[in-house]
């Protein structure tokens, strides 16, 4: 039997930390929520570019940075609590511009209503079904007034959020109002 030589002993001992795997990207166009978006898109002919994105976004300056885009080019989804004259609370949708903090008592007045107050995430969920972060401008259960911010319109393209805080979809100005039936307004 021939001698096979030894192998040499490692000089210094290394340590090898293992190697995070990165987890495949979930699927999410079958989450229930971003498949009703889609679908609504769809009945409006809509296919449109969607990403899914590595981490969850809950701004518009983060969406803006995992897209490689301007937070201005964001259609920010906030929802409000609308009080009428007779005080009745209804939710409004405002999609704003990502470089805009609405000023709800200009809106309030363009709309003729009371007072409008930023929503408690129970109101969104149960207003949208979906978690702030994720709010998309429709998939709702039902439709939601919505007004939407006309400094959007000076881009060939937005991204809005998809129903869920990972996934969001190219659309545009015309697309919005087209979709949500949005009233355009200067929201700033």
């Known amino acids: 039997m021939p001698h096979e030589p030894a192998e040499a002993p490692l000089a210094?001992?290394?340590?090898?930390a293992p190697v995070p795997r990165a987890e495949p990207a979930r699927d999410l166009?079958?989450?229930?929520?971003v498949a009703a978006v889609?679908?609504?898109?769809?009945?409006?002919?809509?296919r449109p570019e969607l990403r899914q994105l590595p981490v969850a976004v809950r701004t518009a300056r983060a969406a803006a940075d995992a897209l490689g885009v301007a937070p201005a080019e964001i259609a920010n989804s906030l929802v409000f609590a609308a009080t009428d004259r007779d005080g009745r609370v209804q939710p409004l949708l405002v999609?704003?511009?990502g470089i805009h903090r609405v000023d709800?008592?200009?809106?309030?007045?363009?709309l003729e209503v009371a007072d409008i107050d930023q929503a408690d995430p129970d109101f969104v969920r149960e207003h949208t079904g979906m978690a702030i972060g994720g709010v998309a401008p429709v998939g709702h259960p039902q439709r939601i007034r919505t007004v939407?911010?006309?400094?959007?319109?000076?881009?060939?393209?937005?991204?809005a959020a998809a129903g869920h805080s990972h996934a969001v979809f190219a659309t545009t100005y015309d697309e919005l109002i087209r979709v949500t039936g949005g009233q355009p307004m200067d929201v700033a």
């Open 38 to 46: 889609l679908d609504v898109l769809a009945l409006h002919h809509i």
């Open 29 to 33: 166009t079958g989450h229930r929520r």
């Open 95 to 97: 999609l704003a511009s």
């Open 104 to 110: 709800t008592a200009k809106v309030a007045g363009l």
């Open 12 to 16: 210094d001992p290394v340590t090898v």
């Open 148 to 159: 939407i911010d006309v400094t959007l319109g000076r881009y060939a393209t937005v991204w």
